[in-house]
């Protein structure tokens, strides 16, 4: 029999409880042997000889009973305990083998488990269970060598083939071995494990080969940076992978590069919106060395190169007007663009002083802000360290470290950052010792309260060795001490002590709780550290006010009660319920309550059957009557049986079931007729792919002639076509939704919103798509900045209106979309013409397709990405409307942020 990890468990627990518990009741059992200090002596010694050491320990107890502190006695105590100790440690080691053993049998490594029971016969050389796992191994290997070689040879091939990641192979292997020994676990083991393995290497594969693709999607368009972020996602899901090695090897200076690209690009593109054109130039020049073949940097050279040489066709003119710009954007402190103005004039006259002077200003006062930095800088670490003196390590690692983020090269954060992990380290060792002392002491206090005094004296020995400065072991070994020099004291005290907690116990057993409580009052103060006396003071207490308080609650009880009673006479159940409820809710052992709530629920649930069988009965007969005025004679039949069978004593239903028994059995030609009908129907549009009508069909002839077998099997057919049809549209419409998604995570609301629409289309039952596009269009509501068309409006065909509105901020224009609510008032499908523009005329537009329905429609139209849009000051905007009249209710200007 193989010994269990509880088993093991439960046999160390029992040692240690033989060790230390059974002491005592040994020091009991033999208390009455030894009469004298020799005596006790005499048998104790004969008892160690023998090697009965629990006994000849409690004999020497029992000699310092009547020789306290004798050292002889007190020796002999220790050497006992070490003893026993050490006994302890050998079965520890003991089962450790055992249990090393037991999981090499277990995975067949029997050669090794051998070892490890061999090793435990060292220990324990009679021991019963290792001796006969030994010779259960030998045995099998004896008999079974073969099967053992062949189960040895499947798990390693099994385990091999697993490390190769091929999985099929490898679960085959381990179901070889499993055949070999099926009573074995560890195959079964593997195989979960490789199945696990398998499942996740084929998810990793299918997310692998998606990051792929999309960056070689990107890679077609020369976005390094977008390909690299998948490629390195590729490799993080299979590290060792050599094409997806060398794909980042070769892009990733191109990605760097294309990003430091991007950054000054934008950098340009802002300095340029906000007219600072040499500033601007710069930063292009930047991003053309970085990119050389882009020719977008060159085209926006071009343009500036246009403006400044249209700004020295008026000099003086634009030179004011750059000093107004900036003068004004100095006097708002926006100080970056106001700079940009400052050297966009001394670019127009490079010897005028004042500009020159401006930019000096600004200086001056970046200077100071640069050293305002440096000042907070200072303060912070004035802060840090004040934090760290005050011992509050944690705040004060928070402000080396954002001083950090000022000056990274600062070395004295660093060092103040490694002294608080010493600190720290500090803490907790020290967290862990007094944790030690305090698990000692509430052993120590444990055992003393239990009157073990020698174990508790042991255990304040150990947490005086932990904490000698302590004086609280000390004192309770002091004490120790002296309750065992006046136990005859003690006795007495124990005697009284008992003798009220007697009295007390039988007082509160007659429910006389005042004089009950007076004794344990007693008994207190003889014993001020017992826990009982106090606990049972405490009981009384609660008694008291529970009985107060249950006068209270059955009073409610009561009340709640006779409400339910009345309400149950009047028949109103439901009502006296939920009163039996509410009583119950006070009381919940109130019998009488329950019982009443259930014969109320009895009574309702009665009361609603015969309704719902009345109400039955009524509506089977007010569908038979209509569908038998209708001629739907089987159909009627129906009904009326289910009205006999809700009221089976009531004879119009019976009379109407005989009747139309005698109808349908003259109609029985006609029928026949019918269902032939409805079958070549069925048939036709079966053959033509209309499954749906088909299915109408099939179960209007099943429903003239259940018993025919034909009808049945093509619904079933005809269900199941209709079900694979639904699941390639539901795949399309995964696919769209998929694109959808994308879009939307993208921001690119407009074209999200066609592929929800489509998916819509797809699945018109399907909520999601509504959901998003209704998430898209709050966003951008929510995110509202003007609103071009503010009230209902109707535009007519081949008519232009034009709005005003004032210029979109600089920097949200290039995440700008345009929101349309409009209504087709014709019944034909046109386009809608969108013109914007500025002071200098149209800058550009784009156009709506309006679809054929009569419902209000949401139009998002991105206009960001127009350069037009975001490089003017667009003011205005224009609606034609081509071969059909509109409804407009609102023309929104939002951002994406």
Not at 98 to 116: P, T
Not at 828 to 837: A, E, H, R, T, V
């Amino acid at each position: 029999m193989k010994l269990n990890t509880p088993i093991k468990s439960l046999l160390k627990i029992l040692r240690a409880v033989i060790m230390f518990g059974l002491i005592v009741i040994a020091n009991h059992g033999f208390s009455q042997q030894a009469q004298t200090y020799e005596e006790a002596i005499a048998l104790a010694d004969k008892n160690l000889k023998e090697n009965n050491l629990l006994d000849a320990k409690a004999y020497y107890q029992m000699a310092l009973k009547y020789k306290t502190d004798d050292p002889y006695a007190n020796e002999k105590i220790i050497s006992i305990v070490e003893m026993m100790k050490n006994q302890l440690s050998k079965e520890d080691a003991y089962y450790d083998m055992i249990d090393l053993a037991d999981v090499l049998y277990d995975e067949m490594a029997l050669e090794k488990a051998l070892e490890q029971y061999r090793k435990a016969l060292q220990i324990i050389p009679d021991d019963e269970y290792a001796k006969n796992q030994i010779a259960g191994i030998e045995k099998m290997q004896s008999d079974q060598k073969d099967k053992i070689s062949a189960f040895e040879a499947a798990m390693s091939n099994g385990n091999s083939l697993l490390a190769d990641q091929q999985f099929d192979e490898a679960i085959r292997a381990f179901k070889e071995a499993q055949q070999i020994f099926p009573d074995k676990t560890l195959p079964q083991d593997q195989i979960h494990m490789a199945e696990n393995e398998k499942e996740t290497y084929n998810e990793n594969l299918i997310l692998f080969n998606e990051q792929i693709e999309e960056a070689q999607r990107y890679l077609l368009v020369k976005n390094y940076a977008t390909a690299l972020d998948y490629f390195e996602s590729a490799y993080e899901i299979f590290p060792d992978n050599e094409e997806v090695n060398a794909w980042i090897a070769e892009i990733k200076p191109k990605a760097e590069n294309q990003r430091k690209y991007n950054i000054r690009v934008d950098e340009a593109d802002e300095l340029y919106i906000s007219k600072d054109f040499m500033g601007a130039m710069a930063k292009y020049n930047e991003a053309a060395e970085l990119w050389p073949e882009n020719s977008y940097p060159h085209d926006m050279i071009g343009k500036i190169n246009e403006q400044l040489a249209l700004q020295r066709k008026d000099l003086d003119k634009n030179y004011n007007l750059s000093i107004e710009k900036a003068d004004s954007l100095l006097a708002i402190e926006e100080f970056t663009a106001a700079q940009g103005q400052y050297k966009l004039a001394l670019t127009l006259k490079p010897g005028e002083a004042y500009p020159t002077s401006k930019l000096a200003e600004i200086d001056t006062h970046f200077a100071a802000q640069r050293k305002a930095f440096e000042e907070n800088y200072a303060n912070m670490v004035t802060k840090a360290d004040s934090l760290f003196d005050a011992q509050q390590y944690t705040l004060s690692a928070e402000q080396y470290e954002f001083a950090l983020t000022i000056r990274p090269d600062d070395n004295y954060p660093k060092e103040r950052l490694i002294e608080i992990e010493n600190q720290l380290a500090a803490i907790a060792a020290q967290k862990k010792l007094d944790s030690e002392y305090m698990a000692l002491i509430a052993a120590a206090d444990d055992f003393f309260n239990a009157k073990q005094f020698d174990l508790a004296k042991g255990k304040y020995m150990e947490a005086q060795e932990i904490k000698p400065e302590e004086a609280y072991p000390g004192q309770r070994m002091a004490e120790i001490q002296q309750l065992l020099v006046n136990a005859a004291a003690q006795k007495e005290l124990d005697e009284n002590y008992n003798k009220q907690m007697v009295v007390a116990s039988r007082l509160l057993s007659e429910d006389k709780l005042e004089e009950s409580k007076a004794a344990y009052l007693v008994a207190l103060e003889l014993k001020s550290y017992e826990p009982l006396p106090r606990q049972k003071i405490e009981e009384i207490d609660s008694i008291v006010d529970a009985r107060i308080r249950q006068a209270e609650i059955d009073a409610i009880y009561t009340k709640h009660l006779q409400k339910g009673d009345s309400l149950l006479a009047l028949q109103a159940y439901a009502d006296a319920i939920i009163a039996y409820e509410e009583a119950l809710a006070i009381k919940p052992t109130g019998k009488e309550a329950r019982a009443n709530a259930d014969k109320a629920s009895t009574l309702k649930a009665e009361m609603e059957e015969r309704i719902a069988l009345q109400e039955a009965y009524d509506n089977a007969i007010r569908e038979g009557d209509k569908l038998y005025s209708e001629k739907s004679y089987e159909l009627a039949k129906t009904e009326f049986e289910k009205a006999t069978n809700a009221k089976p004593t009531e004879t119009y239903p019976q009379q109407m079931i005989a009747e139309i028994s005698t109808i349908l059995e003259q109609l029985a030609a006609e029928r026949q007729q019918r269902y032939d009908e409805a079958i070549t129907k069925a048939d036709v549009y079966f053959t033509q792919g209309n499954y749906k009508d088909a299915l109408i069909e099939y179960k209007i002839a099943r429903s003239i002639k259940p018993e025919e077998n034909y009808p049945s099997a093509k619904i079933a057919e005809s269900e199941r076509i209709i079900e694979e049809e639904l699941k390639v549209i539901r795949g399309q419409y995964d696919v769209v939704i998929a694109e959808a998604d994308n879009l939307y995570n993208s921001r690119i609301y407009d074209k999200a919103i066609q592929s929800y629409q489509q998916a819509r289309a797809m699945l018109p039952d399907e909520p999601y798509p509504v959901e998003m596009i209704k998430k898209i269009t709050k966003y951008l509501d929510d995110n509202a900045i003007t609103d071009v068309v503010k009230e209902r409006i109707v535009i007519n065909s081949e008519v232009t209106e034009k709005f005003d509105f004032d210029p979109i901020p600089v920097n949200v224009r290039k995440s700008n979309y345009v929101l349309v609510k409009a209504r087709n008032l014709t019944n034909n499908s046109f386009k809608m013409i969108f013109s914007y523009g500025g002071d200098n005329g149209k800058n550009g537009g784009f156009v709506v397709q309006v679809p054929q329905d009569e419902e209000m429609n949401d139009f998002i139209i991105r206009v960001g990405n127009q350069y037009k849009w975001f490089a003017e000051d667009n003011n205005w905007m224009s609606i034609y409307s081509q071969n059909g009249d509109i409804e407009i209710s609102i023309v929104r200007i939002t951002t994406s942020n």
